[in-house]
């Protein structure tokens, strides 16, 4: 089992930005395949952000420009900096990690561990 712990989510006005933070609390598992995914309320949880494997990156389509995945190794640590918030970004932020390699990457099911997640609101 893999410990993920986020943090960093808040409300913020539109046009505002966060940075939210996710620590693999599991000594053993390195930050390797590990992703950024969103739930807001009345819809699935979609795929915002993740890394391949080989250090790659991949995003959806409505937070490209906006929003940078990153990573600390020596700090076993995911960031998502999310900057030019739009209300339409309002959910629960979950880290994942834990990857079935034959899943697309920003797929629910590529991953096995999930966080408990952290909310940001964004008013208009």
């Known amino acids: 089992q893999v410990q993920l712990v986020e943090s960093g989510g808040g409300s913020v006005q539109a046009g505002g930005a966060l940075n939210l933070s996710c620590v693999v609390a599991?000594?053993?598992?390195?930050?390797?395949?590990m992703a950024w995914f969103r739930q807001s309320q009345g819809n699935e949880r979609e795929g915002v952000a993740a890394?391949?494997?080989?250090?790659?990156?991949g995003y959806a389509d409505s937070v490209k420009g906006r929003f940078t995945i990153s990573k600390d190794n020596a700090a076993n640590t995911l960031y998502l900096q999310m900057n030019t918030l739009k209300a339409e970004d309002t959910a629960m932020y979950y880290c994942?990690?834990?990857?079935?390699?034959?899943?697309?990457?920003?797929?629910?099911?590529?991953?096995?561990?999930w966080g408990q997640g952290t909310q940001v609101t964004v008013s208009s």
């Open positions: 994942a990690a834990g990857c079935s390699l034959s899943r697309p990457l920003l797929a629910r099911k590529r991953y096995h561990y």
């Open positions: 890394f391949e494997t080989d250090g790659s990156t």
């Open positions: 599991t000594p053993t598992y390195k930050t390797a395949c």
